[in-house]
């Protein structure tokens, strides 16, 4: 078993978050452990405060019980610590420990991974958007929300903006590109193509205008899982897919359910009618999102009632 001697650094970074939590009125504090901490030293310094203690194993967190701490397992050991941090912040929302809207001081190893010496402020309502712990456990998946939240967002803007005063619809595709690129083909032209990868990734706020220019054209718009656009103006392939989907809605719906079904890919698809957006997982609607003028709303699903099928 691996422990934890809990240096004289850690102690006074530990007093200092806590004293940031108490003077930013924030919600938690967050400490990432690298073996099973001296839990007493732990709890005597958290004083009652809530502490979310992640790990990268969970044996880590054994004996954590008794202390009234709360524990997260990241299991990312070889990942870089950011990424560590926002898996373990979505941990912690999913786990109902802290809230979406949270404040959390983050301590943690940023730069020396032999001890921990960076502490981070967080608002968990810039990073994680609206979105429920019930939404989270819903969308658990291959894709990583931080892309998935990205073309929702985007997604959302289009149906709520669309292009000059018209309303737009359209739909991504993200994840298991390959399989969708096969399951796919050219509407038209591609006005994507050509251009290095650097340039077509979604995180950049140019390619996300450039797209809800594309969004105007027919056909899908293809999402690697780390974020890239791999091609737009996709058909997709709708046959031998059964789905079951609500009355009214037409070939661009259909079309994004089968995807759905047949790959790993989640789709999302924006209705020109009315700009909803709906996200398709295994041929099924598991999220709609309704157009609103104020902030996005993720709504529960049971709205689609009327259902048709195909075979
Ligand atoms: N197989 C497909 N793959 C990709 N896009 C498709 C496919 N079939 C249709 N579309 C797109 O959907 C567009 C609109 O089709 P349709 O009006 O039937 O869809 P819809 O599901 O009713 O959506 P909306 O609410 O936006 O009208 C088409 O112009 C085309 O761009």
Request: aromatic share 6%; proline share 3%.
């Amino acid at each position: 078993m691996k422990y934890q001697k809990l240096s004289s650094q850690f102690n006074e970074f530990f007093k200092l978050a806590i004293q940031m939590l108490e003077v930013a009125e924030a919600d938690a504090v967050l400490i990432f452990i690298d073996g099973i901490p001296e839990w007493d030293k732990l709890k005597a310094i958290a004083e009652g405060h809530k502490v979310i203690v992640a790990a990268d194993r969970e044996e880590f967190l054994v004996g954590i019980e008794e202390t009234g701490l709360l524990g997260v397992v990241v299991e990312l050991e070889e990942s870089p610590i950011l990424e560590k941090l926002m898996h373990a912040l979505v941990e912690a929302v999913a786990n109902d420990q802290i809230s979406t809207g949270a404040k959390v001081v983050a301590l943690y190893s940023g730069f020396d991974e032999e001890r921990i010496d960076t502490i981070s402020f967080i608002r968990l309502d810039e990073r994680l958007g609206r979105l429920t712990s019930r939404d989270l456990r819903k969308l658990e998946t291959s894709v990583p929300l931080e892309t998935l939240k990205m073309v929702v967002d985007l997604a959302v803007e289009i149906g709520r903006e669309g292009r000059e005063g018209k309303p737009v619809g359209t739909c991504f595709v993200v994840g298991d590109h390959r399989k969708v690129l096969s399951n796919s083909a050219p509407a038209g032209f591609d006005p994507l193509k050509g251009y290095p990868k650097k340039e077509r990734n979604i995180s950049d706020r140019s390619v996300r205008e450039n797209l809800k220019e594309i969004a105007q054209l027919d056909g899908a718009i293809i999402v690697n899982a780390d974020g890239t656009v791999e091609a737009a103006g996709r058909m997709l392939d709708v046959t031998s897919a059964s789905v079951t989907l609500s009355k009214g809605l037409g070939a661009r719906h259909w079309a994004a359910a089968a995807i759905s079904k047949k790959t790993k890919g989640i789709s999302i698809a924006v209705s020109e009618s009315n700009g909803t957006v709906r996200l398709f997982q295994g041929g099924e609607v598991v999220l709609r999102i309704e157009p609103s003028r104020r902030a996005m709303k993720w709504k529960d699903l049971d709205f689609d009632n009327n259902q048709n099928t195909t075979d």
